[in-house]
């Protein structure tokens, strides 16, 4: 994903993270993902695309820069710990790929608005998130082996993480801005 020439960071990829819909991957110990048949919000994947970017040629292209623009985001994005909502995209997307810790097993029913208090701790887990690049799913993920990175350990909020990342999201500050990558830390060019 990252070579020699800084990753932009620009206003339409942090709109199009804040539309992302985080699902969960159930393989492994889990971890979250961004939801294959409806990543931003819709099933129209490029249509989403199109609507933030006005470019609908390089829609593949720009879906494809997403993984390193959450990497990006998530490391480098500042948020407050609080009670935070959201409307839960999943509530009218198929569950049968992905999961969401939020869905009733027996019914299937999950709930169409969330309210999760966010702490400290799961903002720390949010940005220590491995992200990485499902190319069986054609999206941006969580290593399911080392969601945390080599040699950390599940935490007990660990099942809480994809309420956690969907608020990170949608309400982290972050600006655009250039970034360079060493050591599987992204950082800020000058």
């Known amino acids: 994903m990252a070579d020699d020439t800084p990753f932009e960071l620009t206003l339409e990829r942090i709109a199009l993270i804040r539309r992302m819909v985080v699902a969960w991957n159930g393989a492994g110990s889990g971890a979250p993902i961004v939801h294959p048949d409806a990543p931003y919000g819709s099933t129209d994947r490029d249509g989403d695309i199109f609507n933030v970017t006005g470019d609908d040629d390089g829609a593949d292209e720009e879906h494809r820069a997403l993984g390193d623009a959450l990497a990006v985001f998530l490391q480098n994005a500042v948020l407050k710990p609080g009670r935070y909502q959201y409307h839960n995209t999943l509530a009218k997307l ?21 309210t999760f208090d966010i702490t400290a701790e799961h903002i720390v887990l949010a940005q220590r998130l491995a992200v990485l690049w499902d190319t069986a799913r054609d999206v941006p993920g969580i290593d399911v082996a080392q969601p945390y990175g080599a040699d950390l350990e599940i935490p007990p909020q660990h099942h809480e993480m994809q309420p956690a990342l969907q608020i990170f999201l949608r309400y982290a500050d972050l600006g655009p801005g250039f970034f360079e990558e ?9």
Do not use: I, K, Y
Request: aromatic fraction near 6%; hydrophobic fraction near 25%.
């Open 94 to 114: 198929d569950s049968s790929d992905v999961g969401d810790v939020f869905r009733d097993e027996a019914t299937g029913e999950t709930p169409e608005h969330v």
């Open 182 to 190: 060493s050591e599987g830390r992204w950082t800020a060019v000058g």
